[in-house]
């Protein structure tokens, strides 16, 4: 790990600023600071609901699946040895001695010479190992005529064939998705054991800021920022908490964030978080407890003067008002913190990735990672990425007309148009 002392600082230099750091050198001092920040487990029932939650145990199956040996064709269960050398010239006669249905425990037993009528899904009858496709079958009265030969274990599914009994099927960490929910279910659990929710504050700051248009008057804007960073936070597992709008006066703000900090395991708020007069966030972060501020201001456009803190091991992140550079530090450092809550470790979240030309050249300062947002569109073979030229940070039309971002690196100065760029996708289409 990199000492604090000998992390580079980029050559981007912000009126006001110390020094600003990189994207990764900013989340890694951050992450250092925090220490120890896993949550406790929780048991939950199985639901849907447990969606993208994170597993705090192995899971070990207790039973097999499928449970019993089954039929995966429609037809019949015989011994393959029965069939050796069947084909519509030479079928092999078999006695038909009984019926097996969905649901049905098997009561005949087949024996050489016979064979049981099946059905998909349906338990095999014992002495069969195999069973023929009815296509591959000729029915005469009480007999069958087996017109293709089956190998043993054709057509059926094994008994524990997809899980073992005391097998490990799911590991700690695992973040659930749709089809690892269906594997609990089918192995019959009805708890189990996963991380709790983090539960995280969001506080906007401002007094220009109003909640709802009624309350609009000249030089007021409408609050954006909570309700984004809230879905944000549900999109990503965690429990948003409401602390409104707080005035731009330190001992509101001051209040409100002690309450936020008692009660979740991190706090957003936004604005106020630069070094202008009404930016008071910075200080009130180190007057609020210890270590206090670990960062103050990253070489990123757009979204420079984002701050990262830790209150008593709290991590606290203070998000630009603007909310084109709310959203993106949003992506850079809750996202993956939200992450390092529930002990999944992510740098940053992984996105689908696509490959189109520039219609025209973008200009990038050295030194900073750069965040253009752009839209594709097909214009014959090629994918086209068009910059989205309104693009300030406080523009939030450039993020909702975007389909993906063009991540300028720190040293990469710009690129010319027509370069091939490779994108990251923010909205499928
Ligand atoms: P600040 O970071 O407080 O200097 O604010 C920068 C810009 O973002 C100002 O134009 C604010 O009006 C705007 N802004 C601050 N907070 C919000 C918010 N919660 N929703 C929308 N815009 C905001
Ligand atoms: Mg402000």
Redesign the pocket.
């Known amino acids: 790990m990199v000492s604090h002392d000998t992390i580079s600082t980029p050559d981007v230099r912000d009126r006001g600023f110390q020094r600003l750091l990189y994207v990764d050198d900013a989340w890694e001092k951050f992450v250092e600071a925090l220490d120890t920040v896993s949550l406790s487990v929780e048991d939950v029932s199985i639901s849907a609901s447990l969606i993208n939650r994170v597993l705090a145990e192995d899971i070990v199956s207790p039973i097999s699946i499928p449970p019993f040996a089954r039929a995966a064709m429609d037809g019949y269960a015989v011994k393959a040895e029965d069939t050796f050398g069947a084909s519509n010239t030479n079928p092999k006669k078999l006695e038909i001695v009984g019926n097996v249905d969905i649901g049905d425990v098997p009561s005949v037993v087949v024996v050489s010479g016979t064979a049981v009528k099946i059905t998909t899904g349906a338990p095999i009858p014992e002495g069969a190992n195999a069973v023929v496709m009815v296509e591959d079958t000729e029915k005469q009265d009480s007999y069958i005529s087996i017109l293709a030969p089956v190998t043993p274990g054709k057509n059926l599914a094994q008994q524990g064939e997809d899980v073992k009994k005391g097998d490990v099927v799911l590991r700690k960490g695992t973040i659930l998705r749709p089809a690892d929910l269906a594997l609990l279910k089918a192995i019959g659990l009805q708890k189990i054991s996963v991380i709790r929710q983090p539960k995280i504050g969001v506080l906007?700051?401002?007094d220009?800021?109003v909640d709802n248009a009624t309350e609009l008057s000249p030089a007021k804007?409408?609050?954006?920022?909570?309700i984004m960073l809230k879905a944000q936070i549900l999109e990503d597992g965690g429990i948003p908490v409401d602390y409104g709008i707080a005035r731009d006066d330190p001992d509101e703000i001051k209040q409100r964030l002690e309450q936020a900090l008692h009660e979740c395991d991190a706090v957003l708020v936004?604005?106020?978080?630069?070094v202008?007069p009404?930016?008071f966030l910075p200080r009130i972060i180190e007057e609020l407890g210890k270590p206090g501020l670990i960062v103050h201001g990253v070489a990123i456009g757009p979204g420079r003067?984002v701050a990262l803190g830790v209150i008593n091991k709290k991590p606290i992140i203070l998000l630009?008002?603007?909310?084109v550079a709310a959203f993106l530090n949003y992506e850079l450092f809750a996202f993956p913190l939200l992450k390092l809550l529930q002990s999944v470790f992510y740098s940053k979240r992984p996105r689908d990735k696509i490959k189109a030309r520039l219609n025209r050249r973008v200009s990038s300062k050295p030194g900073q990672r750069d965040f253009i947002r752009v839209q594709l569109s097909e214009e014959g073979q090629n994918l086209i990425a068009s910059v989205i030229t309104r693009r300030g940070a406080?523009v939030l039309t450039s993020l909702t007309r975007a389909d993906a971002l063009l991540i300028v690196p720190e040293d990469v100065e710009g690129i010319e148009e027509g370069t091939e760029v490779e994108l990251e996708l923010v909205r499928y289409f």
């Open positions: 906007s700051t401002g220009e800021l804007i409408i609050d954006s920022n909570r936004s604005g106020g978080t630069s202008g009404k930016d003067p630009p008002g603007y909310p406080g």
